[in-house]
């Protein structure tokens, strides 16, 4: 059974950093694409960073140059490291995976499969 477990999350000030990890159960090589997606109260959940097993990444326009995702198959586990952080990027974020192939939708929370339960950031101004 696949397990995506979230952990890293936490309350920080404007402009200063977080870095979230994501254990898998399952070894991470064998996931097609993997992201970071993050909901906000109110608001739809939005894609924020994503890999697939190219290596290809990409990122929302609202956390390119702050962000970086990365992933460790020897570890199996994904990061997201979130430099810079503004108020506006409050929420909780999960994790997903999947090992569906096919045109690569990386940041449509359609495309995945497998998610987390979530770990809250929360930045304060």
């Known amino acids: 059974q696949v397990q995506l477990v979230e952990s890293g999350g936490g309350s920080v000030q404007s402009g200063g950093s977080l870095r979230l990890s994501c254990a898998s159960s399952?070894?991470?090589?064998?996931?097609?694409?993997m992201g970071w997606f993050r909901q906000a109260p109110g608001k739809e959940r939005e894609g924020v960073a994503a890999?697939?097993?190219?290596?290809?990444?990409d990122y929302a326009d609202s956390v390119k140059g702050r962000f970086t995702i990365s992933r460790d198959n020897a570890k199996n586990t994904l990061y997201l490291e979130m430099n810079s952080l503004k108020p506006d990027d409050t929420a909780m974020y999960y994790c997903?995976?999947?090992?569906?192939?096919?045109?690569?939708?990386?940041?449509?929370?359609?495309?995945?499969?497998?998610w987390g339960r979530g770990t809250q950031v929360t930045v304060s101004s």
């Open positions: 997903a995976a999947t090992s569906n192939g096919g045109s690569w939708h990386s940041l449509r929370s359609d495309a995945y499969t497998y």
């Open positions: 399952v070894f991470t090589a064998t996931y097609v694409s």
């Open positions: 890999i697939n097993n190219a290596n290809w990444i």
